[in-house]
């Protein structure tokens, strides 16, 4: 009777081991893992109690659940980019929601490589980057990937940054001192034999998302392409070459998330969705009560004038920008470039210092260069060319395009303030921020000068003292047809 009971236990102690074990073996063999990412979230902050909320949300529902990155997570906010340690408040967001990757984007470098560095020691996270040397700088080097594991499978994911403007990414060039970059597509097949070792393949970029297509289609061993910097929103993804490619904008409006389907050994399935953030009812309290703290800025709250009405676009708000600089700089004319202009609109009512941090976010310079009226043609002709489009906004006067009909640029008109033509021997006093002298090939016999004052500490000094400012309906530049 005794050993009837002992092998009654026995045999019930193996059914319950079976059993687990069959319950292990099935969730193995359909197994989902899902991947928030957001990118370009310019220390936009927010959104992230929302986002906490939600991810929890999400770990409630999958195997596994990943948070990255695909850069540019600074420049955009003063509560950010002005804090006394610029950029930790995003470092300290981002640890405390637990991301695990963030791609370098070209704004990690606009504190400059040494404020890098520091918010990179302070990250609970992996900065990557594939296409990067930073062997002569003291810059740590990134590693190109990094492997995220979740019961038994291996995510690999590798980042490449952006190079366009002159084989290097997109912020002043004084910042990218001594670093090195490499085409990331090139570099991209390096790697591409690592893929058969994992059972995902990511590329986790800053490209912009006609670059990760061209990533797709000469690199097919890519699952999935997270991307970044061209702040393109695809609310599913594309796929291309059998490569899914996905982004979600900008200013962490939407949360991207991307579930893996694998069936044993082999990933079945990918399946994206954009997920908006503005209209998530849920957030982590604690989270939410740290970003009321990081906004509660007294400085950045003060108030310097009032819009009589909203100033809107990049003309009316380069108009502000460039009068700015002209004014309180005593020049005759100003330039800014439309990529410098970061936010679209002022609203109508009182401005606040953090509005103008938001608006030139970069601490540019202003340098004054003593021009002649073929020289500034060249300058405007060289923003031109960019996009086949006027990249300029001017104060101190006037200027138009002149197109032939298959829309080629065959002239342009510049006219001061009082709607005269410039005289061709005469010399103006020319402001361009700093930005523009080293990234803008034009013609100049004068070296320039810096004046030693950022473009926007002249905007605060500008709408203080006029108090009231309004802009609305100026259009200083034309685009004509010509014979």
């Given at each position: 009777?005794?050993?009837?009971?002992?092998?009654?236990?026995?045999?019930?102690?193996?059914?319950?081991?079976?059993?687990?074990?069959?319950?292990?073996?099935?969730?193995?063999?359909?197994?989902?893992?899902?991947?928030?990412?957001?990118?370009?979230?310019?220390?936009?902050?927010?959104?992230?109690?929302?986002?906490?909320?939600?991810?929890?949300?999400v770990?409630?529902?999958?195997?596994?659940?990943?948070?990255?990155?695909?850069?540019?997570?600074?420049?955009?906010?003063?509560?950010?980019?002005?804090?006394?340690?610029?950029?930790?408040?995003?470092?300290?967001?981002?640890?405390?929601?637990?991301?695990?990757?963030?791609?370098?984007?070209?704004?990690?470098?606009?504190?400059?490589?040494?404020?890098?560095?520091?918010?990179?020691?302070?990250?609970?996270?992996?900065?990557?980057?594939?296409?990067?040397?930073?062997?002569?700088?003291?810059?740590?080097?990134?590693?190109?990937?990094?492997?995220?594991e979740?019961?038994?499978?291996?995510?690999?994911?590798?980042?490449?940054?952006?190079?366009?403007?002159?084989?290097?990414?997109?912020?002043?060039?004084?910042?990218?001192?001594?670093?090195?970059?490499?085409?990331?597509?090139?570099?991209?097949?390096?790697?591409?034999?690592?893929?058969?070792?994992?059972?995902?393949?990511?590329?986790?970029?800053?490209?912009?998302?006609?670059?990760?297509?061209?990533?797709?289609?000469?690199?097919?061993?890519?699952?999935?392409?997270?991307?970044?910097?061209?702040?393109?929103?695809?609310?599913?993804?594309?796929?291309?070459?059998?490569t899914?490619?996905?982004?979600v904008?900008?200013?962490?409006?939407y949360?991207?998330?991307?579930?893996?389907?694998?069936?044993?050994?082999?990933?079945?399935?990918?399946?994206?969705?954009?997920?908006?953030?503005?209209?998530?009812?849920?957030?982590n309290?604690?989270?939410?009560?740290?970003?009321?703290?990081?906004?509660n800025?007294?400085?950045?709250?003060?108030?310097?004038g009032?819009?009589?009405?909203?100033?809107?676009?990049k003309?009316?708000?380069?108009?502000?920008?460039?009068?700015?600089?002209?004014?309180?700089?005593?020049?005759?004319?100003?330039?800014?470039?439309?990529?410098?202009i970061?936010?679209?609109?002022?609203?109508?009512?009182?401005?606040?210092?953090?509005?103008?941090?938001q608006?030139?976010?970069?601490?540019?310079?202003?340098?004054?260069?003593?021009?002649?009226?073929?020289?500034?043609?060249?300058?405007?002709?060289?923003?031109?060319?960019?996009?086949?489009?006027?990249?300029?906004?001017?104060?101190?006067?006037?200027?138009?395009?002149?197109?032939?009909?298959e829309?080629?640029?065959?002239?342009?008109?510049?006219?001061?303030?009082?709607?005269?033509?410039?005289?061709?021997?005469?010399?103006?006093?020319?402001?361009?921020?700093?930005?523009?002298?080293?990234?803008?090939?034009?013609?100049?016999?004068?070296?320039?000068?810096?004046?030693?004052?950022?473009?926007?500490?002249?905007?605060?000094?500008?709408?203080?003292?006029?108090?009231?400012?309004?802009?609305?309906?100026?259009?200083?530049?034309?685009?004509?047809?010509?014979?």
């Open positions: 009777m005794k050993k009837i009971i002992i092998n009654s236990a026995l045999a019930l102690l193996l059914a319950v081991v079976f059993s687990a074990c069959s319950n292990q073996s099935e969730d193995q063999s359909n197994l989902k893992i899902a991947i928030l990412h957001t990118n370009d979230m310019h220390a936009k902050i927010d959104n992230m109690a929302k986002l906490a909320a939600y991810k929890q949300e770990e409630g529902q999958y195997d596994h659940v990943f948070l990255v990155s695909a850069g540019d997570i600074f420049s955009g906010n003063p509560v950010v980019d002005v804090y006394k340690k610029k950029g930790y408040p995003m470092i300290d967001l981002m640890n405390r929601l637990g991301y695990d990757l963030t791609a370098i984007g070209n704004h990690e470098f606009d504190y400059g490589q040494e404020v890098l560095a520091k918010r990179m020691k302070q990250a609970d996270f992996q900065f990557i980057c594939a296409n990067i040397n930073t062997q002569k700088t003291s810059l740590p080097q990134p590693k190109p990937h990094a492997v995220l979740a019961d038994g499978k291996t995510l690999l994911f590798i980042s490449f940054i952006e190079i366009w403007n002159d084989g290097l990414p997109s912020t002043h060039p004084a910042k990218l001192k001594n670093l090195e970059f490499q085409d990331p597509v090139e570099s991209a097949g390096k790697f591409t034999k690592l893929a058969k070792n994992h059972d995902a393949f990511i590329g986790l970029t800053h490209l912009g998302y006609r670059a990760d297509k061209r990533l797709a289609q000469e690199h097919p061993e890519f699952d999935l392409i997270i991307g970044g910097h061209s702040h393109s929103f695809l609310d599913s993804a594309e796929k291309v070459n059998n899914f490619i996905t982004q904008g900008d200013d962490i409006n949360v991207g998330k991307t579930v893996l389907s694998f069936n044993n050994d082999e990933l079945t399935d990918i399946h994206t969705e954009a997920i908006d953030l503005k209209n998530y009812e849920k957030e309290k604690k989270i939410a009560s740290l970003i009321k703290k990081y906004n800025n007294e400085a950045l709250n003060a108030v310097i009032k819009a009589e009405n909203p100033i809107r676009g003309g009316e708000l380069g108009a502000l920008f460039t009068d700015a600089q002209v004014e309180m700089q005593n020049l005759d004319f100003a330039f800014q470039n439309n990529g410098g970061r936010i679209g609109e002022i609203p109508k009512g009182e401005i606040k210092v953090k509005t103008i941090y608006l030139d976010p970069f601490g540019n310079d202003l340098v004054k260069i003593e021009m002649k009226p073929d020289e500034i043609k060249s300058l405007l002709r060289s923003g031109y060319q960019r996009g086949n489009e006027p990249n300029l906004q001017i104060g101190g006067g006037s200027y138009t395009i002149h197109l032939n009909d829309n080629e640029l065959k002239r342009i008109t510049i006219r001061n303030e009082e709607g005269e033509k410039l005289h061709t021997d005469s010399t103006y006093k020319v402001g361009l921020n700093s930005y523009i002298t080293e990234t803008y090939t034009f013609d100049h016999e004068d070296e320039g000068e810096s004046l030693y004052v950022t473009t926007a500490k002249n905007l605060i000094d500008f709408i203080k003292e006029k108090e009231n400012i309004d802009y609305s309906g100026v259009k200083r530049i034309h685009v004509e047809k010509t014979e």
